[in-house]
């Protein structure tokens, strides 16, 4: 129950704190003239969304090679 709640607790200032984050780079991306600063935030989240999915790939690959192994 403790770390349910630790956990809970965790993720709303983390929410929080991505809320107040995504304003603060929209204020600056509204205001510049060129649009470099707009790629490189594009391509910041497209970095950062990529991550999780290659850690979640690798997982499933190393789960499947264990289970496979083990059955032979």
Known sequence: MKHKLLFFLF???LLLEGNAQCAMCRAVLESEES????????DGIVYLMAI????????????????????K
């Open 35 to 42: 649009q470099t600063a707009a790629e490189a935030i594009n």
């Open 52 to 71: 999780p999915y290659l850690l979640v790939g690798g997982l499933i690959f190393f789960i499947y090679k264990k289970y496979s192994t083990l059955k």
């Open 11 to 13: 993720s709303i200032f």
